[in-house]
């Protein structure tokens, strides 16, 4: 069974090395070796590594220190004027994002001179992943079939095509056909081919049911076992559909893995890290907030947001 998609669905902060592998499917297609992370390291040398799933972005001096930015997170990508430490006012990347109702800005820099690798990679890597979706989720209603025949997805091939399959969706049922493929299940009613629903292999968790009724059942049996072998090919090395290659191949994974070194502190099993307080997106910030006295600091300062303490955001610059 295939473990649980997060890579491309979620915004991580100091994940482990075990998270930084690439997963069964994903591919590294471009690793960049100077790119700072100017919004929440400023002034620091990374690595930024982009997958057909993420981007991997990884301090160079504290590989603990790193961030991974999926793909399907992604609200917007702009180049703007940044202010970094190591290039001074410079053409960067801004990606603005949304994971869990909660919005992250983050901000590269090439510290390469001249390159616009860091914005073409990113970019196209990431307009491959939005036009590819019909890989990774369930859609209903879709301009799935032409002439009565599958329109078939780059790198997928029909391995079965069975008539008189009953869709149990609504109380009479609707009469259709199945075209099972390497990559997802697609069925159509036979009176109205625009009555569809595609589903990939990664989207069978049993989150959703679809009712299907094939008769006999040896048929339907046959069917099943069908579906399941192929479903178990396609988990041990999947088909995420984002096509796209560098003229310039980067170098595997595994030769860029710096190993962790251990950090000789002992670590408070409830510690709370505030490492994603500096990625904040404020969109709605026109001004600065209102000053108030710090008794800590014995100087006035903006009000803080409800939620947030000196000690929290010195350990973020920190």
Known sequence: VLD????????????????????????????????????GNNGDRGRLLVTNLRIIWRSLSLPRVNLSVGYNCIINITTRTANSKLRGQTEALYILTKCNNTRFEFIFTNVVPGSPRLFTS?????RAYETSKMYRDLKLRSALIQNKQLRLLPQEQIYDKINGVWNLSSDQGNLGTFFI??????WHANMNDSFNVSIPYLQISGGYVLGFKIDPAEKLQEAVKEINSLHRVYSANPIFGVDYEMEEKPQPLEDLTVEQVQDDVEIEADEYTDAFVAYFADENKQHDGEPVFSEELGLAIEKLKDGFTLQGLWEVMT
């Open 4 to 39: 649980v998609l997060w890579e491309d669905r979620d915004v991580r902060f100091d994940i482990s090395p075990q998270q930084m592998k690439m997963r069964p499917g994903e591919v590294l297609i471009d690793c960049l070796e100077s790119v700072e992370d100017t919004k």
């Open 122 to 126: 990113v970019i196209a890597v990431h």
């Open 181 to 186: 493929t390497n990559v997802r299940i697609v």
